[in-house]
Structures are given as structure tokens and as C-alpha cells.
């Protein structure tokens, strides 16, 4: 095991040539010099989260207010479940990431970080809009306390942020790769059954306002992939060695427990109580979208078996360009201004 040390605050005599700037373990004098990036990917995807710049308050809520109240019994514990955990992962990603961005030595990549953790801290609000707009005091704390109170998601949140404590308590080259993995495993897993909770409620069109601020929150978590995708693929390039066929198995391990527990989440959650939905497709659809998200970090898929997308509809609302729209006619929020020249397609193999 190599052992990582958290970077200097401020280091004048730092080299940094093009080969000694590196993710982690780099020399850098920690002066934001961002021009000249070595990664260039960097700055189209700097540009694409910049230009995904969105309010929350700027989505009305007013209707999903009636509809809320007018729910089925289920789909409105469903809903209030699934908001829970919500919260509690981009509230995690919010706090947890400047403990990963310690340890990055390349200024480019924690600009990124920044910006995510911004955009996670925004998506928190969008949850207190979403409960403001809707239910009264009391029932927000309520909801907000389900992530805690309830034993099935206090197991599930409390092995998510375990994984994450470990790189907190120790941090070694191999630790940093599988914090890279929890969180990749977060953006590109556990939020899946619950995004397509509100998708299919919104293609019912029940509480549409909140399935528009739902496809905002997605359309940012995109480029939190894309942004670890090509962390992942620096790393590799860097440090090969870490990369044995060892560690590749615990990667993928990490991935399979992840699903199972995706997919536990969805029975648990949405079950079969909930019209459009179902728990094995949900299952299916954890599996079909995991086999995604190791292929384009260089792993092998884990359910090879399972080629077709079970929930179709989900693309309507994940698909970039149509997002620049509004899918269900609220206000256009783009605030690109002219012509974009931006193309998240042209990000290495973003797989949506
Ligand atoms: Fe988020
Ligand atoms: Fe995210």
C-alpha cells in the first residue's frame, strides 16, 4: 500500500513541469494556474457545468403542491422515502468531497471538485424548496428525518458514508482509487431508483415541477460522472501499478454490493405499489445501468446478460440536448448565452 500525505497549503519551490503535475501525489504550489491545463478535458467540462447553471425557485411549484395531496397513499410515502435519502446523498457529497479534493494535486481537477460540491450543496436547497413548496413545517422534519429514524435507510446511509470514512481515517493511493469508486458508485448508482420514481410519477403527470427540478439535479450529476470517469482514466495513467487485477476485483465488488443494494432500496421503496413502476424492473434497470458505468471506467460489466434498457421513458429526461428545453414547459432555464458551442458528447464515452 502506498501512502498518500495531504498537499501543503502553499509550496513555492513545488516543480511544476507538465510531467511532475499529477491527480495525486503531483507537485503543485497550490496557486490556481489555470491556463496551460495538462488535462484537456478540463475546460470543455468546466464549461459545461458552469453553463448548467440553474435556480431552483425558478421552477413553480405551485401545482405540485395539489398534486402531492391528491397522491396515492403509497406513492406519497414512496415520495417522501425517496426525497429522505436524497438529501442525505448530495448532503454527503456536499461535505465529503473537499476531504477527497485535499488530497488532488492538479488545480485544474480541484476547480472541478469545487463546482461539484457547489452543485451538490444547490441540489440540498432544491430538496427544502421542493418540501417548503409542498407540505408544512413539521412534515418537512419529518421527511428529513426518515434518512435517520428509519432502520432500513439508516443501515443503507450508514454503510454509504462508512465507505467514504475510510479514506477519511486512511488515506493510502489504492484508498483514493476506492473513494473515487464510492463516489462514482454514488453519482452513477444510488441515485437511480429514486430519480426513476419521479420520472415515471411525472410521465403519469403527477408533480411535474419536481420531476423538472429532478432533471436539472440529473443533468448536473452527468458531468459529476464524466468528471470522475476521466479522473479514473488519469489515475490509471499514472499509476498503474495501483491498478492490479486485485484492486480491479474489489472495484468491481464495491460495484456488485452497490447494485444489491440499489435494488433492495427500490423493492423496499417503490416495490410494487406504484403504477408504471415495479421492483424487478427496477432491478433490471440498476443492473442494465451499472453495466454502463464499469465499461466506461475499463471494467468488466457485471450482468453482461442484460442488454436492453427496461425503463425506456428514463432517456426522454436524462438526454443533454432535450434538457436544454423544458421537457414538461416550465421556464427554459439555459442561462448559455448565444450560441453554445458546448457538446458533453464530446466528453470521452459519457454513457447516459
Ligand atoms: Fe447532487
Ligand atoms: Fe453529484
Redesign the pocket.
Same mark, same amino acid.
Request: a negative charge; proline letters at 0%; glycine letters at 0%.
Given at each position: 500500500m502506498s501512502s498518500l500525505t495531504q498537499k501543503p497549503l502553499f509550496n513555492p519551490t513545488a516543480d511544476t513541469s507538465y510531467e511532475k503535475r499529477m491527480l495525486i501525489g503531483g507537485e503543485t504550489t497550490n496557486l490556481m494556474m489555470l491556463s496551460n491545463n495538462k488535462y484537456k478535458w478540463s475546460y470543455p467540462l468546466y464549461k459545461t457545468m458552469m453553463q448548467n447553471f440553474w435556480i431552483p425557485e425558478e421552477i413553480s411549484l405551485g401545482q405540485d403542491k395539489m398534486h402531492y395531496e391528491r397522491l396515492e397513499h403509497d406513492e406519497r410515502e414512496t415520495f417522501n422515502k425517496v426525497i429522505s435519502f436524497l438529501v442525505f446523498l %448530495?448532503s454527503l *457529497?456536499t461535505v465529503n468531497l473537499p476531504n477527497i479534493n485535499d488530497y488532488v494535486t492538479l488545480p485544474e481537477v480541484n476547480l472541478l471538485l469545487n463546482i461539484q460540491t457547489y *452543485? @451538490?450543496a444547490l441540489?440540498s436547497q432544491s430538496y427544502g424548496y421542493i418540501l417548503e413548496s409542498i407540505v408544512g413545517a413539521e412534515k418537512q422534519q419529518e421527511i428529513y428525518d426518515i434518512a435517520i429514524k428509519d432502520p432500513f435507510l439508516l443501515k443503507r446511509n450508514k454503510y454509504i458514508a462508512d465507505c467514504y470514512q475510510e479514506f477519511i481515517d486512511h488515506q493510502t493511493e489504492e484508498g483514493f482509487a476506492k473513494v473515487m469508486m464510492a463516489n462514482y458508485i454514488l453519482e452513477g448508482i444510488y441515485f437511480y431508483a429514486g430519480f426513476s420514481f419521479f420520472y415515471n410519477l411525472a410521465r403519469f403527470g403527477k408533480m411535474t415541477g419536481v420531476g423538472t427540478e429532478i432533471k436539472y439535479?440529473n443533468r %448536473? @450529476?452527468l458531468t459529476h460522472l464524466a468528471l470522475f470517469q476521466n479522473m479514473f482514466r488519469e489515475l490509471k495513467k499514472e499509476r498503474p501499478h495501483i491498478f492490479t487485477k486485485a484492486l480491479e476485483e474489489e472495484l468491481r465488488e464495491m460495484m456488485r454490493q452497490a447494485v444489491e443494494h440499489e435494488v433492495e432500496w427500490g423493492a423496499y421503496a417503490v416495490g410494487d405499489r406504484i403504477q408504471g413502476l415495479s421492483a424487478s424492473l427496477i432491478d433490471q434497470y440498476i443492473r442494465y445501468l451499472s453495466n454502463f458505468r464499469l465499461d466506461a471506467i475499463g471494467l468488466d460489466p457485471l450482468y453482461p446478460e442484460i442488454t436492453e434498457d427496461p425503463l425506456p421513458f428514463i432517456k426522454q429526461f436524462t438526454n443533454f440536448n432535450q434538457t436544454k428545453t423544458d421537457f414538461f414547459e416550465e421556464k427554459v432555464i439555459n442561462y448559455a448565452k448565444g450560441g453554445s458551442d458546448l457538446d458533453l458528447d464530446g466528453l470521452d464515452d459519457l454513457d447516459l
Open positions: %448530495d *457529497q *452543485q @451538490e441540489h439535479i %448536473d @450529476e
